[in-house]
């Protein structure tokens, strides 16, 4: 399991803003794979916030292929809905996303 977990509101608060984003990502028959989780994580250094999409021919679920990308790239789901998903890590060197509330902890 991922161990950087979002609260609630935190989670909310991503997804409204993940609403507008396009699918930047599509997981196909070849699955989840190293070279795809390399991109993707590049792409989460970058923009801290992406949408995924899993192709039917993939042979994974978007729950399946969410949680074995979030662990690959130490990252959240925010999000599974249908055969898409949203995954976030904050890039502690060059934020993106602005606004995100604090953890209450």
Do not use: H
């Not at 609260?7 to 070279?35: C, F, P, W």
């Not at 250094?45 to 969410?66: P, Q």
Request: charge should be positive; include cysteine; glycine fraction near 6%.
């Amino acid at each position: 399991m991922v161990n950087n977990m979002l609260t609630s509101k935190q989670r909310a608060y991503l997804r409204g803003i993940a609403s507008e984003y396009e699918t930047i990502y599509q997981i196909g028959k070849n699955g989840v794979t190293d070279a795809v989780c390399r991109d993707i994580a590049e792409a989460l250094r970058k923009r801290e916030l992406i949408k995924l999409r899993v192709l039917e021919n993939s042979g994974w679920t978007a729950r399946e292929a969410a949680d074995a990308v979030a662990q690959a790239t130490d990252s959240d789901v925010v999000q599974v809905i249908g055969s898409k998903f949203v995954l976030f890590k904050r890039n502690p060197k060059e934020p993106v996303i602005e606004g995100i509330p604090k953890d209450n902890k």
